[in-house]
């Protein structure tokens, strides 16, 4: 009911009833006949956003994560969505006392020497706050709202009901609604489960451990559960509240090195990256060191992704557009036939023309990427959610070197780690070694191929051999198979009421008998009502 009255009032009954969300209250019609506010003027992305906003922590959490989505929503509401603001006002501290006493027991006072109790951030999910070990560790302690899994659950289950309506209403929006809804809740799953953001974290910290210039927060295990998370205080000027005129232009410069370099090293060397290291994540440290912080959204770069992008790195460079269509094809699990569709080839072979014999170390990969895959948004094809993550983790730390140091060589900078890309697909010893993999599988199809053959000839031989056909494509001509075979049905029917209709009428008049004139009237009638029926109901199967 809320979720209607909130629509109602940000102008979005009309898309509320025409859905039939109406019908999963009694009070629904009531509701959206209330009179909006007047926000007819304002534009439809910012409604959204402020129904996100009004809703609560869950369509706030929703919101932000598909602003990183713009493959799946406009990219102007995606744009929208990046302001929706997450700061809330903190909870008591007797209710979080209460979730470290259940968490802990009676290692509560053996853990922690001192807890603050003012929250030092918080957020629609958690807050944080400052905290001593006993030990003198100082640590800040990540904690789950009271009753959020609770408000979460009842929000998911609103939100389901929503999406299977739309995606039962419209069905040309380029991507499923219900898909996007499943993929949220396992996002914000993982963002519950603070034990797996530190696991990320650990993770993330084990990659740069001979690294002294990028940092990652310790985890402290002992004082961590899946509803707390213990992390290593770390004191320095988060990128939003610094002045970059403020720092030495060495000192910019080192910082913005540092944090490309963590970013692209995640990308495109590990395959395992923090997917959101917008300004609030990032942290000064003294002489230009960078720690990254919240690291609950991370993507995942398999080998056979990274090899797709080699693919398309290597297509473009060389203008080779059949390599980059094969990627498009690969990346959005396409038919052969819809690869030559007409407006998608030029849409992808504007972009090659753009970056075509560019070498590695003039080429913008944050912005090709961008591209590529806004090319595939505008031809509807679904991207996959790491890759999405990869252009918005790249193209987040572009935009905040070019704040921090605007004359920062981005492209050259990060030429070596484009051409390892490159080399891992493309280099002798890579091809050697696809070589090697491709001949031990057929090594290992000749050793199978005796066995299989025999069992083969066996079922043959004893008539259990059987071909299962699936048909594809039939539905409609079954339709219409059946379509015509009713008309036919019906056309005899009718056609034989009429003949005996009017052989009762003319027997009555020669015999002079009223009763076989009403029954061949009641026939004629009968036929007309059926003939009405089948135009009817052609219509109906026209139209559909």
Same mark, same amino acid.
């Given at each position: 009911m809320?979720?209607?009255?909130?629509?109602?009032?940000?102008?979005f009954?009309?898309?509320?009833?025409?859905?039939?969300?109406?019908?999963?209250?009694?009070?629904?019609?009531?509701?959206?006949g209330?009179?909006?506010r007047?926000?007819?003027?304002l %534009?439809?992305?910012?409604r959204?956003?402020?129904?996100?906003?009004?809703?609560?922590p869950?369509?706030?959490?929703?919101?932000?994560?598909?602003?990183?989505?713009?493959?799946?929503?406009?990219?102007?509401?995606?744009?929208?969505?990046?302001?929706?603001?997450?700061?809330?006002?903190?909870v008591?501290?007797?209710?979080?006392?209460?979730?470290?006493?259940?968490?802990?027991? %009676?290692?509560?006072?053996?853990?922690?020497?001192?807890i603050?109790?003012?929250p030092?951030?918080?957020a629609?999910?958690?807050? *944080? /706050?400052?905290?001593?070990?006993?030990d003198?560790?100082?640590?800040?302690?990540k904690? #789950?709202?009271?009753?959020?899994?609770?408000v979460?659950?009842?929000?998911?289950?609103?939100?389901?009901?929503?999406?299977?309506?739309?995606?039962?209403?419209?069905? &040309?929006? !380029?991507y499923s609604?219900?898909a996007?809804?499943?993929?949220?809740?396992?996002?914000?799953?993982?963002?519950?489960d603070?034990?797996?953001e530190?696991? @990320?974290?650990?993770?993330?910290?084990?990659?740069?451990?001979?690294?002294?210039?990028?940092?990652?927060?310790?985890?402290?295990?002992?004082?961590?559960?899946?509803?707390?998370?213990?992390?290593?205080e770390?004191?320095?000027?988060?990128l939003?509240?610094?002045?970059?005129?403020?720092?030495?232009?060495d000192?910019?410069?080192?910082?913005?090195?540092?944090?490309?370099?963590?970013?692209?090293?995640?990308?495109?060397?590990?395959?395992?990256f923090?997917?959101?290291?917008?300004?609030?994540?990032l942290?000064?440290?003294?002489?230009?060191?960078?720690?990254?912080?919240?690291?609950?959204?991370?993507?995942e770069?398999?080998?056979?992704?990274?090899?797709?992008?080699?693919?398309l790195?290597? !297509? *473009?460079?060389g203008?080779?557009? &059949?390599?980059?269509?094969?990627?498009?094809?690969e990346?959005?699990?396409?038919?052969?036939?819809? #690869?030559?569709?007409?407006?998608?080839?030029?849409?992808?072979h504007t972009?090659?023309?753009?970056?075509?014999?560019?070498?590695?170390?003039?080429?913008?990969?944050?912005r090709?990427? &961008?591209?590529?895959? !806004?090319?595939?948004?505008?031809?509807k094809?679904?991207c996959?959610? &790491?890759?999405?993550?990869?252009i918005k983790?790249?193209?987040t730390?572009?935009?905040?070197?070019?704040?921090?140091?605007? @004359?920062?060589?981005?492209?050259?900078?990060?030429?070596?780690?484009?051409?390892?890309? *490159?080399?891992?697909?493309y280099?002798?010893?890579?091809?050697?070694?696809r070589?090697?993999k491709?001949?031990?599988?057929?090594?290992?199809?000749?050793e199978?191929?005796p066995?299989e053959?025999?069992?083969?000839?066996?079922q043959?031989?004893?008539?259990?051999?059987?071909?299962?056909?699936?048909?594809?494509?039939?539905?409609?001509?079954? /339709?219409?198979?059946?379509h015509a075979?009713?008309?036919?049905?019906?056309?005899?029917?009718?056609?034989?009421?009429?003949v005996g209709?009017?052989?009762?009428i003319l027997?009555?008049?020669?015999?002079?008998m009223g009763?076989?004139?009403?029954?061949?009237?009641?026939?004629?009638?009968?036929?007309g009502?059926?003939?009405?029926?089948?135009?009817?109901?052609?219509?109906?199967?026209?139209?559909?």
């Open positions: 809320r979720v209607l009255e909130v629509l109602a009032r940000h102008g009954a009309d898309f509320a009833e025409q859905i039939g969300l109406v019908s999963l209250i009694e009070r629904g019609r009531e509701i959206l209330a009179e909006p007047k926000v007819s003027d %534009p439809r992305a910012v959204v956003r402020r129904v996100l906003e009004e809703l609560g869950t369509y706030v959490k929703l919101g932000q994560i598909l602003s990183t989505r713009p493959d799946l929503i406009p990219v102007e509401w995606a744009e929208e969505f990046k302001s929706l603001q997450n700061s809330v006002p903190g008591e501290y007797e209710l979080i006392e209460k979730i470290f006493e259940e968490e802990f027991g %009676p290692r509560l006072h053996t853990l922690f020497r001192s603050q109790k003012k030092l951030a918080a629609s999910i958690a807050q *944080v /706050h400052k905290a001593v070990l006993h003198g560790a100082r640590i800040v302690l904690v #789950l709202r009271p009753g959020i899994r609770d979460v659950e009842s929000d998911m289950e609103i939100l389901r009901q929503i999406a299977e309506i739309a995606e039962g209403h419209f069905k &040309d929006l !380029g609604p219900v996007v809804v499943d993929e949220f809740s396992r996002e914000i799953a993982k963002e519950m603070l034990a797996h530190g696991r @990320s974290t650990d993770r993330l910290r084990g990659f740069f451990e001979g690294d002294p210039d990028v940092v990652f927060p310790k985890v402290y295990w002992e004082a961590t559960t899946r509803n707390v998370l213990a992390l290593q770390i004191r320095g000027k988060v939003t509240h610094l002045d970059p005129e403020k720092l030495e232009p000192v910019r410069r080192t910082l913005v090195e540092n944090g490309t370099r963590a970013v692209f090293r995640q990308c495109l060397e590990f395959g395992f923090h997917a959101d290291p917008h300004p609030g994540n942290i000064a440290l003294p002489k230009g060191r960078i720690a990254f912080i919240d690291c609950g959204m991370t993507g770069i398999d080998a056979r992704t990274a090899r797709q992008l080699a693919d790195v290597s !297509g *473009v460079v203008g080779d557009l &059949d390599r980059v269509m094969g990627v498009v094809g990346l959005g699990d396409l038919a052969a036939e819809r #690869l030559e569709d007409r407006v998608l080839r030029n849409d992808v972009i090659v023309s753009q970056f075509q014999n560019s070498s590695l170390d003039q080429l913008d990969l944050g090709l990427l &961008d591209d590529f895959f !806004g090319a595939l948004r505008a031809n094809i679904s996959p959610a &790491d890759l999405v993550f990869l983790a790249l193209t730390i572009e935009s905040v070197g070019r704040a921090v140091d605007p @004359s920062f060589p981005l492209a050259e900078f990060v030429r070596p780690y484009v051409e390892k890309l *490159v080399e891992k697909r280099s002798f010893s890579a091809l050697r070694g070589a090697q491709s001949l031990l599988n057929y090594i290992e199809l000749a199978d191929l066995a053959l025999r069992s083969l000839l066996t043959v031989r004893r008539n259990r051999f059987a071909i299962n056909i699936e048909h594809r494509g039939l539905t409609k001509l079954t /339709h219409t198979i059946e075979s009713r008309n036919i049905s019906f056309a005899l029917i009718i056609a034989s009421m009429l209709s009017s052989i009762l027997a009555a008049r020669n015999a002079g009763a076989l004139t009403a029954i061949g009237v009641a026939g004629f009638l009968a036929a009502i059926l003939v009405v029926l089948m135009i009817i109901t052609n219509r109906r199967l026209r139209d559909e």
